[in-house]
């Protein structure tokens, strides 16, 4: 059963092109997620909620029992966890048994905490418990791991198969690695137009084959990502630092080092301190006879152009 | 546009629930019953024109202050919190956010409103309880109206205080003050706060109070007035 289609929609926003005609069909049970940076995802939420009009083409909602999880949605404060999932079970008006199905969200007893004093992990869940209630046909999630920790991850993944049950689950997020975790499709969004993953590469062969993967390590865990997700790296203090959507990964590696290892996936030393995603110059800025910017695609980063690496760049980018 | 009666009263449990748990916002009727409580007791004298200024100055702190804050605060709160995005999306309409809303405010600021006329030391035979609830339950849900709008203005509690300041000085302090300068009471009598003033001062030292024209007229323009000022700037804005 098809619950959405979007059918060739574009969104054009102060003339900047988000998504530029982008056609998707989700079926129902299908675990479909989509690769999107904060501004794309931002705007689908804003499109999916009606808040704004599609600068063409058309979206097609055949259930209207939809649910929406953005990264930054809240939680009522200081009142009890059972309190609120109350107040949303009056408002769906499903009388759902809180407290019968309150262990399959980990939060069996949590019910008579504050909400203020939940963890980062039992509030995403909270949050899945608050959708459950409402049994919707489709549900819209974005980066819900992206906070958690290793034991929250686990318990988060079961909570949402109880959700799965009844409901068709899409997530969002600009990390592969969080979307591979939680979806069998992946679509991804490419210059402004969405394009299926292919996943099924690595079955055929027997043994896994190796991806190239830079690291970060963040407190206790160590997060990877593929070079198509980095903006560009910039050298703080001695640290190199991988921007990716505007926020900041430190690397172990020197810039020489990543210089090297980065060469043949399209990175640029565009300064001393600088290494940037060619993919992502959208324009190049020259504000004096030595002075050049480079400026970057989505987002209001503009890097430094040596004068002497601008004919090498003219040449790469030809 | 349907409206759910399920919902409504959901929404009134939960605002009942985080305004009875919200110290700031309890701040503006708490004030106002130790405003008259100090008072009585700083000028013990059964003065009626100084038990009238007491009572004035309550009501006025209550009503006005406290339904600007009661109105414009938690939409600010929800608003800073991301708390209305979910409930909006959750199939609540602005209508019943509204109601839901507006009704536990005005619970709680004529409770006190009605606490406020034994606690200054006047006795219910000196004020009509059904004109003192006519009055002071229309002036609330104006100042509720007016917090509304003032909270769909704002972006976060901050913004809500320095936006609310301009209509809580003038429909708290104008009435308050009318005794002191003529002008100052001209403008009160076109202010819907102004009729509070109206009615206790007429109540306690003329002893009795009769519905006029003009005053009828008053506060259905002043509710007919914020109420379009709300749809539009609803419409206008939404909860951006």
């Known amino acids: 059963m098809n619950l959405i289609e979007f059918e060739n929609v574009t969104k054009q926003i102060k003339n900047q092109s988000i998504f530029n005609n982008i056609s998707l069909k989700i079926n129902s049970k299908e675990n479909i997620g989509l690769k999107m940076s904060h501004t794309e ?28 999880k953005r990264y930054n949605d809240g939680i009522y404060q200081k009142i009890t966890v059972k309190s609120y999932l109350q107040f949303f079970n009056r408002i769906a008006d499903q009388h759902v048994d809180i407290k019968k199905l309150a262990p399959q969200f980990f939060l069996g007893d949590n019910l008579t905490m504050k909400t203020n004093a939940l963890s980062t992990d039992q509030l995403e869940r909270l949050h899945l418990f608050r959708i459950a209630l409402s049994k919707p046909d489709l549900v819209f999630i974005e980066s819900p791991l992206r906070d958690l920790s290793n034991e929250g991850v686990k318990s988060y993944l079961k909570a949402l198969e109880v959700v799965r049950q009844k409901s068709t689950v899409i997530v969002i997020s600009s990390y592969m690695e969080e ?114 910017t480079l400026i970057l695609k989505n987002s209001k980063e503009t890097l430094p152009l040596s004068r002497a690496k601008l004919d090498e760049l003219k040449d790469l980018l030809q | 546009m349907n409206i759910s009666m399920r919902k409504i009263n959901a929404i009134f449990i939960l605002r009942l629930q985080l305004i009875l748990k919200n110290f700031s916002l309890l701040m503006a009727p708490l004030m106002a ?116 709008t003032v909270g769909i203005f704002s972006h976060n509690q901050t913004s809500a205080g320095v936006l609310s300041l301009l209509p809580t000085v003038i429909f708290t302090f104008i009435p308050m003050f009318k005794g002191f300068n003529k002008t100052i009471s001209t403008i009160s009598d076109f202010l819907y706060s102004g009729v509070i003033a109206k009615f206790i001062n007429q109540s306690l030292l003329k002893h009795r109070f009769t519905w006029n024209l003009f005053d009828v007229g008053l506060l259905i323009v002043w509710l007919i007035i914020f109420s379009i000022v709300l749809i539009y700037a609803y419409r206008y804005k939404h909860f951006d």
Request: proline share 3%; with cysteine.
């Open chain 1, 41 to 68: 995802s931002s705007v689908f939420f804003d499109l999916l909620e009606q808040n704004t009009l599609p600068s063409a083409g058309s979206i097609i909602s055949h259930t209207q029992n939809i649910s929406t």
């Open chain 2, 33 to 148: 019953i130790g405003y008259v409580i100090a008072f009585k007791n700083f000028f013990p004298s059964n003065l009626p024109s100084l038990r009238a200024l007491t009572l004035n100055m309550g009501i006025i702190l209550n009503i006005t202050m406290g339904g600007i804050m009661f109105g414009s605060y938690p939409i600010a709160e929800e608003k800073e919190h991301h708390t209305l995005r979910v409930l909006m999306t959750s199939s609540v309409n602005a209508t019943e956010y509204f109601i839901g809303s507006l009704l536990p405010s005005l619970l709680i600021l004529t409770l006190v409103s009605i606490i406020l006329v034994p606690l200054s030391g006047t006795s219910w035979q000196q004020v009509s309880i059904i004109n003192y609830l006519v009055i002071t339950i229309i002036c609330t849900i104006i100042s509720i109206l007016v917090g509304f």
């Open chain 1, 179 to 292: 979307l591979l975790q939680l979806s069998s499709t992946i679509y991804q969004c490419i210059d402004h137009q969405l394009e299926k993953v292919d996943l099924e590469l690595d079955k055929d062969s027997s043994k896994p084959q190796n991806i190239f993967r830079l690291s970060s390590h963040l407190d206790d865990k160590t997060i990877f990502f593929s070079p198509n997700e980095i903006d560009f790296i910039e050298s703080i203090n001695g640290v190199s630092n991988f921007s990716i959507n505007s926020e900041y990964f430190p690397s172990s590696l020197t810039m020489d080092e990543l210089e090297k290892k980065l060469l043949h996936f399209g990175f640029f030393r565009c300064h001393r301190s600088y290494l940037v995603n060619l993919q992502r110059i959208s324009e190049l800025i020259s504000y004096s006879k030595n002075s050049y």
